[in-house]
Nanobody, 121 residues
Framework: QVQLVESGGGLVQPGGSLRLSCAAS????????MGWYRQASGKQRELVAT???????DYADSVKGRFTISRDNAKSTMYLQMNSLNPEDTAVYFC???????????????WGQGTLVTVSS
């Protein structure tokens, strides 16, 4: 089983930068694809960025050119570097991983607890 623990959220000024981290533990070798999602107040959860085990990335149009997703498999950690932040980026950010249940071929979706990012002056 995989567990995800997020850190790095907080208050940042418009135009500023912030880096989120997602540390994985447990059956870490079962992880293949990972991603970041966010949910703003009163809105549904939306995809921010994804990264495959091979390092291929995709981004939502709203963050393309400003955010960078990366992963360090040796440290079992995924990152989201957020630059040029604006108030519309304010949301709870969730770490997500696609895994394979040990000793099976069954897939399991794993979520972190979420970390709040507030962009305000």
């Amino acid at each position: 089983q995989v567990q995800l623990v997020e850190s790095g959220g907080g208050l940042v000024q418009p135009g500023g930068s912030l880096r989120l981290s997602c540390a994985a533990s447990g059956s870490i070798f079962s992880i293949y694809n990972m991603g970041w999602y966010r949910q703003a107040s009163g809105k549904q959860r939306e995809l921010v960025a994804t990264i495959t085990s091979g390092g291929s990335t995709d981004y939502a149009d709203s963050v393309k050119g400003r955010f960078t997703i990366s992963r360090d498999n040796a440290k079992s950690t995924m990152y989201l570097q957020m630059n040029s932040l604006n108030p519309e980026d304010t949301a709870v950010y969730f770490c997500h991983a696609q895994t394979v249940v040990p000793l099976t071929t069954r897939n399991l979706e794993v979520w972190g607890q979420g970390t709040l990012v507030t962009v305000s002056s």
